[in-house]
């Protein structure tokens, strides 16, 4: 008979919740990683309006074969009142963005925005721990940047935001993330620095401009961005002129992939290690 | 970078709601005639427990990227009450088993387990206006098949079921929605009938039963069996033999999701034409 054999009544189901939807990538690229897993498995989009949410996704979550939601934006922060334990990045930085049902019925929930830019570093070979961090911008991304890199434990964060709120939170999580970091706070500058992580909008898109004043890097240094359009930003642009070694927004996108399937793989499994219950 | 293309945040949700779910075909079939009419759209099964019906799915159908449900055993009476309008088959039957969004928001339901039958039919050229139909089974499927064969005008139709209940009830459906049809209630025989459709489980995996007393059937009847699972029944392979021409089950699934789709797609263009508004 005429079929499709991607789906089945067999199939378990994964969702992305947000409001818009359309642009979202993890339909196709969190499917095409659980089915690499053996999976009989797929992600679909689910909008959810605003004034839906807190009616909607608490049912969605009573589906018997929806196993785990990915959160995006406007709901990051709403949705931890979704999960009975958090991990510990959700709970430093007071949202989520995966949501994952456990083998005792509980959902699990944690922050992977900041644990796929230190997944992308991993799967270079290139470790994070007692180096010096220098992080521009601590908007959704980049506070959660901060806090999972201070999970690594550099030496050494100098943090920077044009909100100096959002710099105050940051260094506070960092601090209880890591005692022994050094935390700085203040505009960039490179001296002593091993890794550049851009998480501000500059260079977005059609924007030309750096996120910092600069005409040649050190080719010693590190250079991250977590722009996915374009993938060659004006900074790494820069970064490979002046030989440094790059890392680019779409890697970080893979290892956040790579690390949700993971999540949801391990609470089917039962073997997560929540560190918070709610 | 690594993805499926079969699904993205554009794509348009569909599902199936039942319960078991595993066993279901929607899935690969209505997905296959989906994306056959050029839509970027698919159907997933969706699990709903009987305790959570009632909670789950109209919230459900708040979704704005979901456009239709089909649902299954065991809702599709409950299901009812999840319309604004009910098309004339749902209506007759009682049940529905799909439900659109249609463009000013509000849900149509219809009922297309016998339509899938006439579709069948029709497919092969076959007119039912005017001809004796003899019809065994009265349960979900015979019950609206039918409706929906009293809705082509036959001449006559004589229906069977060891449940009286179910034969006064179809009955009075059929002298409803076609008062020109002679309706007689009787254990079957073939005297002067033209089709001969069996809508009960006689015949039905391993069963090696007719669901009527014949060593041979007359050449000129046509024989339609709504089974599935084997494609050819007992009473499909003694028709065969004796030469008659043959309509299954399968060809009654396809007919069935060839009418959902067009149900779902006008629906979206707003041309549905329901009778009852509830």
Redesign the interface.
């Known amino acids: 008979?005429?079929?499709?054999?991607?789906?089945?009544?067999?199939?378990r189901?994964y969702g992305?919740v947000g409001?818009p939807?359309?642009?979202?990538?993890?339909?196709?690229?969190v499917?095409?990683?659980l089915?690499?897993r053996g999976l009989n498995a797929?992600?679909?989009?689910?909008?959810?309006?605003r004034a839906?949410f807190a009616?909607?996704v608490p049912?969605?979550m009573?589906?018997?074969?929806l196993d785990g939601l990915v959160v995006t934006i406007p709901y990051k922060t709403q949705a931890l009142s979704l999960a009975h334990s958090l991990g510990l990045q959700a709970h430093a930085v007071g949202a989520l963005n995966a949501l994952a049902r456990r083998r005792d019925g509980t959902w699990a929930g944690d922050m992977f925005d900041g644990m796929g830019c230190v997944q992308a570093f991993a799967r270079r070979g290139f470790a994070l721990r007692d180096r010096s961090v220098l992080l521009i911008g601590l908007g959704g991304a980049g506070s959660a940047i901060a806090a999972a890199v201070a999970s690594e434990h550099p030496l050494r964060m100098h943090i920077w935001d044009l909100d100096p709120d959002r710099c105050r939170q940051s260094a506070a999580v960092i601090a209880r993330l890591s005692p022994s970091t050094q935390v700085h706070v203040g505009p960039p500058h490179l001296d002593g620095v091993d890794v550049l992580m851009n998480a501000s909008p500059v260079g977005m898109l059609k924007d030309a401009r750096l996120p910092l004043v600069a005409d040649a890097l050190p080719p010693g240094l590190v250079v991250f961005d977590t722009i996915v359009y374009p993938e060659q930003t004006p900074l790494l642009q820069l970064a490979r002129r002046s030989g440094c070694q790059v890392v680019t927004g779409?890697e970080m996108?893979?290892g956040q992939i790579a690390r949700i399937v993971d999540f949801f793989i391990q609470a089917q499994q039962g073997t997560t290690n929540p560190v918070v219950d709610r």
């Open positions: 008979m005429d079929q499709v054999d991607y789906i089945n009544g067999q199939t189901l992305i409001d939807i359309v642009q979202v990538r993890s339909p196709e690229m499917t095409h990683a089915q690499g797929i992600l679909v989009p689910l909008h959810v309006a839906d009616s909607v049912q969605l009573q589906l018997h074969n779409r996108m893979q």
